[in-house]
């Protein structure tokens, strides 16, 4: 389907979440670390240590990636590695990279990260939990935590009777997955799984927040788009609650930043020549703020690497 293209960048929806209901995310994925945390104390997200330990030619890959400091009952500071593998397939050098990671920070900040990872994928095979190697003198047993999303189809009851915000980001996600061929179906699972935010009776900001995750990753072709964005709108009206189509505000701000997503890809090729794939994903999965930012930082590029360097400099901000 030629409109799955159109928003490739689905680390940022996940980023978003993630970011916006860290501690549900925790509690819901990965309950025993949860447990081990005082959430009364704010957790803090380490960006820039972060991007220090990364290596620049591995931007703009499918994954998401959030290095956090929390604290736990008893006091001690810890840092948590959250990995979410978006479009994974199955790939032997996963492992390694959590471990690869992991012995990153340690390395450089003298800290040992609890390594956490969120699997996406559609493999009901691919299952890396752990690095480990072993010789008569010299051995490595690396683990690490990992949720499959899929494992979830077969406990959809649970999902919907999780008062967790997090159970409506996998069902998003899993039903996503299942309609990738059927865009009819998952219009109807788009509008149901949305029509429950309200049933659940959420606070406006979280409807709003869920409602952008799932418009985001369950993309429709434009024709089925305006036909749910009607219903939605009839829908608001009979419940007396417009969070979301209120001057259809949400549709007009996606539409300008589409706007200046192509406007900007197209000034940036007659500056700097094609734009490979992965920065391609990296501008469309700007702010409209940093879109425009962008386009004036533009007119003093002459090269690629122009390009490269001013994401870099985003990303450690």
Wanted: charged residues 30%; hydrophobic residues 40%.
């Amino acid at each position: 389907m030629n409109h799955e293209r159109e928003r490739a960048d689905l680390d940022s929806p996940w980023k978003e979440i993630l970011e916006a209901y860290f501690p549900q995310a925790m509690q819901f994925f990965f309950p025993q670390t949860a447990a081990l945390i005082n959430w009364e104390r704010p957790h803090e997200f380490l960006d820039k240590e972060f991007q220090q330990i990364v290596r620049q030619a591995q931007q703009g890959r499918r994954y998401a990636d959030k290095l956090v400091k929390v604290w736990q009952i008893q006091g001690q500071e810890i840092w948590l590695l959250i990995h979410i593998e978006i479009q994974a397939k199955s790939e032997d050098t996963f492992a390694e990279r959590m471990f690869s990671y992991n012995l990153r920070i340690f390395d450089r900040f003298r800290k040992p990260a609890i390594s956490l990872a969120i699997l996406c994928d559609n493999n009901q095979e691919w299952r890396p939990n752990k690095y480990s190697f072993n010789y008569p003198d010299t051995s490595l047993n690396f683990q690490f935590g990992t949720v499959k999303l899929l494992d979830y189809v077969n406990r959809w009851t649970e999902l919907e009777v999780s008062d967790n915000v997090f159970a409506t980001v996998v069902m998003a996600h899993l039903k996503t997955q299942q309609t990738s061929q059927k865009p009819g179906e998952r219009k109807n699972w788009k509008f149901s799984l949305i029509r429950r935010l309200y049933d659940l009776g959420l606070q406006e900001q979280d409807i709003r927040n869920l409602y952008r995750f799932i418009d985001w990753v369950m993309i429709l072709p434009r024709g089925l788009e305006a036909e749910f964005w009607q219903q939605f709108k009839q829908f608001e009206q009979e419940r007396s609650m417009s969070y979301i189509t209120t001057g259809e505000r949400i549709g007009y701000e996606r539409g300008q930043q589409e706007g200046e997503q192509r406007l900007i890809l197209r000034l940036l090729e007659r500056r700097v020549g094609e734009i490979p794939e992965e920065l391609r994903s990296q501008v469309q999965g700007l702010s409209l703020e940093k879109l425009e930012s962008l386009g004036e930082a533009l007119l003093d590029f002459t090269k690629i690497e122009d390009l490269l360097n001013w994401l870099s400099a985003q990303h450690a901000e």
